[in-house]
Nanobody, 129 residues
Framework: TAVLQESGGGSVEAGGALRLSCLIT????????????VGWFRQAPGKEREGVAS????????FYTDSVKGRFTVSYDNANRTLSLQMNSLKPDDTGVYYC??????????????????WGQGTQVTVSS
């Protein structure tokens, strides 16, 4: 079973930046030679989980929800099996628990949570105004 472990959450003021990382281990599907989708979801208090960004590992195609385009950058380090999310120009609406997610095959560009079979424990991001 794949294990996804996030790190890098924290508290910042609006306009600040954070970088999240996710180490993916423990499952043969997530090997260096395979193509699959990994990404990030978030959940704010009282709201449903929403997809933030994803990358089709092995191809490099990236996808973003409209609210983070131009501010967030998703990337994958194949050698270290680490997924990253660089978040710049953070806004209070970016506050939430951020989850690292994974799925075999291509990315679901609609960011349906059911399309991702592997989830990390989550890391808190708080942006104050």
């Amino acid at each position: 079973t794949a294990v996804l472990q996030e790190s890098g959450g924290g508290s910042v003021e609006a306009g600040g930046a954070l970088r999240l990382s996710c180490l993916i281990t423990g499952y043969e599907e997530y090997s260096a030679s395979r193509k699959y989708c990994v990404g990030w979801f978030r959940q704010a208090p009282g709201k449903e989980r929403e997809g933030v960004a994803s990358i089709y590992k092995g191809v490099g195609t990236t996808f973003y929800t409209d609210s983070v385009k131009g501010r967030f950058t998703v990337s994958y380090d194949n050698a270290n099996r680490t997924l990253s999310l660089q978040m710049n120009s953070l806004k209070p609406d970016d506050t939430g628990v951020y989850y690292c997610v994974g799925a075999g095959g291509r990315c679901d560009t609609s960011f349906r949570p059911s399309s991702f079979g592997y989830w990390g424990q989550g890391t808190q991001v708080t942006v104050s105004s």
